[in-house]
Every structure is written in C-alpha cells, then in structure tokens.
C-alpha cells in the first residue's frame, strides 16, 4: 500500500492525557469495558505503517509501533432509556495500533476484532471496523481473568487463549508516560470505502493494575491482523473497566 505524497511512515507521538479531551454530548450508544487487559509489543514502525491506509501515519513511542490485544467484557445500550432488557453485554478482544490522521488528531487504528454477537458484527462492519464473530468466554474470578475464543466452524483455525492475574494498583492510577500512550485514547480512525472517519470516545481515566501473564496464546490474532507473531512477553496492565460514551463517526475525508 502506498504512502499519501509527503505523508510520514511514522511520528513520536507525546503523552496522551489521562481524561478525553473532548465531549461527547450526544453519543449513539453508552459502554462499559468491562475486566480489561492491555497486552503490549513493539513492532518496526514501517512493518505497522504497510497496514494502513495512506492518510494515517504510526504513532510512535521510543522510536517503535506499539501493537495491542486488549480482551474485555462489553456492555452496551442505547443511550436515555435507562438500563434494560435491552442491553446486550458479550465478550470482545481487539487487535488495535495507534496512528495520528490528517486532522492532527490521534487516535487507535484497529487490525482485527472478535465478539460473539451477529447483529454488532454487521452494525460495526458497515461503518468500516474489522469485526468477525467467534465463539469466546471471559471468566472473571478475584485473582485470575481467562479469556478464550474458538472458530465457529468445526476444524477451522484460529482461537486465543488468555490468562492473567491482576496486581496491585498503578500509582498514578492512569500509569505513568508509556502506559497513558498505550491505553489513553480518546477515539479511533476507520475507513468506510474511500471515506475516512473518526469516532469518538468520552470517559474518566483508567485505573490500571499491573498484571502477570500466565497465558498468552495470540499468534493466531496476529496472522488475522496480517502482522508476524510477536516475540518476547508482552507489556501487560488490567482494569476493572469504565464507563464510556460513544459518540457519532464524523468524517475526516
């Protein structure tokens, strides 16, 4: 894939801040994400900057791309009807890098994305995001957090097995430089056909807890993102999750 002309491959990106730095005032659903993981490796920038499209550019931190896999629980409903049987709540894990688009803002530019519910897949499809449905767990207990997905397809391949446990908290709360540039972030880029929009997110900042990994079980993800599996262990940090406004995608061009 090509570079826009006079685009850069990749640009430091600085310290996101820790709150939105913008309102969402009229958001089109409201979410909790919910027992959240963050796994972290570096990439080559210009590996990561291939699987873009030309008007975005990696955001950097340390002279490297960051890829994340970022299993949670989400909770959603339609914003001023009150909580119902209408909320819907089911697992989800994203493959997710970060990028700065050419409005200037920042954003999460995402590879690859798993939940088990037909009807988000085809809503969140149809504005451009990389849902697939397979079948998945989260198994919260106080000390350990699973999470898994399987093809739906007998013999199919593919599947992630998960497993941390969470410590103590971060202090800040919000982590310190590098983990505000991994988990701080206030909206994601996505494409539409030719059109490039952006979404936005609103809420408070996330109280993170280190985490150990016992499980790790990703490559799979990684293939379906179109990158090579990560080596080493992965930076690794948890929350219990936040409330979260979403607003409507607006178009950047």
Known sequence: MQRAPNRPRSIEGGTPPASAPHRVRLPVNLH?????????????????????PDQLS???????????VTPFFIHVRLPGIGRTALDRAFPETNVRTYVTGPDGRQ???????????????????????????????????????????SPRRPGAQGGHAIVVRPGEPLRPPEGGERERFLTA???????????LLYTPVEHGP???????????????????AGLSVPAGAPLACF???VEVKVGPPRLVC
Do not use: K
């Open 107 to 149: 954003g999460i530019w995402f590879l690859h994305m798993e939940v088990t519910a037909a009807w988000f897949v085809a809503a969140l499809r149809a504005v451009g995001l990389p849902y697939v449905r397979r079948r998945m767990s989260v198994d919260a207990q106080p000390a350990r957090i699973t999470y898994r997905s």
């Open 58 to 68: 990696v955001l950097t931190h340390g002279g490297r791309a960051w890829v994340g």
């Open 185 to 195: 972030r206030w909206g994601a880029y996505h494409r539409r056909g030719p059109a």
């Open 239 to 241: 929350s219990p999750g």
């Open 32 to 52: 909790r994400w919910a027992d959240i993981t963050f796994l972290h490796w570096p990439y080559p920038p210009e590996e990561v900057a291939a699987l873009l």
């Open 206 to 224: 996330w109280p993170l807890r280190s985490a150990q990994v016992d499980t790790c079980e990703v490559g799979s993800l990684f293939a379906a």
